[in-house]
T-cell receptor
Framework: AQRVTQPEKLLSVFKGAPVELKCNYSYSGSPELFWYVQYSRQRLQLLLRHISRESIKGFTADLNKGETSFHLKKPFAQEEDSAMYYC??????????????FGTGTRLQVTL | SAVISQKPSRDICQRGTSLTIQCQVD?????MFWYRQQPGQSLTLIAT?????????ESGFVIDKFPISRPNLTFSTLTVSNMSPEDSSIYLCSVTGGFGTDTQYFGPGTRLTVL
């Protein structure tokens, strides 16, 4: 069975400080990893996926197969980054049939 | 990306009753999924809604409790049957396979409270 673990329920950082949201996974096959974000009063939306290797809104995430991790990082936090962040996994290559397994989420709070 | 709407956005229901949630997409999509998010919990996949055939349920979810319909490529319903307070959750539909991408897009959710 696949599992996604986000150890922190709440992460509070100061504006301008670096951010790292942790995500670890367990899966017997090759995974595709995602980060979804939910801003206040908005729907869940995709932030980034590991196969795209993009930086979105200054966030990056690298898949580390050795450590089975997919931590989300940003060098300088902004107030507008405050949101709920979910790490998710699906089988690699599932394409449109990708059934996502979600972590429990981490609330990022950026304060002045 | 698609415009995904859900009805109702929220409801308060009595135990023992049933509620049907609708998910409408403004363009044809390949896959539609239904998730549940219980208070303080993560999202859990209930089932994949298959167009023209029975839905595929995940472990722990059964058709009698969560009947699903998908009559076409833009619409699906999830019914929560014989509700109990434990069914109080946010129910979300998601879609993939439209608009030239396999990214999964989510609806706004339906917040259900069962008394």
């Amino acid at each position: 069975a696949q599992r996604v673990t986000q150890p922190e329920k709440l992460l509070s950082v100061f504006k301008g400080a670096p951010v790292e949201l942790k995500c670890n996974y367990s899966y017997s096959g090759s995974p595709e990893l995602f980060w979804y974000v939910q801003y206040s009063r908005q729907r869940l939306q995709l932030l980034l996926r590991h196969i795209s290797r993009e930086s979105i809104k200054g966030f990056t995430a690298d898949l580390n197969k050795g450590e089975t991790s997919f931590h989300l990082k940003k060098p300088f936090a902004q107030e507008e980054d405050s949101a709920m962040y979910y790490c998710a996994l699906s089988p690699l290559g599932a394409g449109t049939a990708s059934k996502l397994t979600f972590g429990t989420g981490t609330r990022l709070q950026v304060t002045l | 990306s698609a415009v995904i709407s859900q009805k109702p956005s929220r409801d308060i229901c009595q135990r023992g009753t049933s509620l049907t949630i609708q998910c409408q997409v403004d363009s044809q999509v390949t896959m539609m999924f239904w998730y549940r998010q219980q208070p303080g919990q993560s999202l859990t996949l209930i089932a994949t809604a298959n167009q023209g055939s029975e839905a595929t349920y995940e472990s722990g979810f059964v058709i009698d409790k969560f009947p699903i319909s998908r009559p076409n490529l833009t619409f699906s319903t999830l019914t929560v049957s014989n509700m109990s307070p434990e069914d109080s959750s946010i129910y979300l539909c998601s879609v993939t396979g439209g608009f030239g991408t396999d990214t999964q897009y989510f609806g706004p959710g339906t917040r259900l409270t069962v008394l």
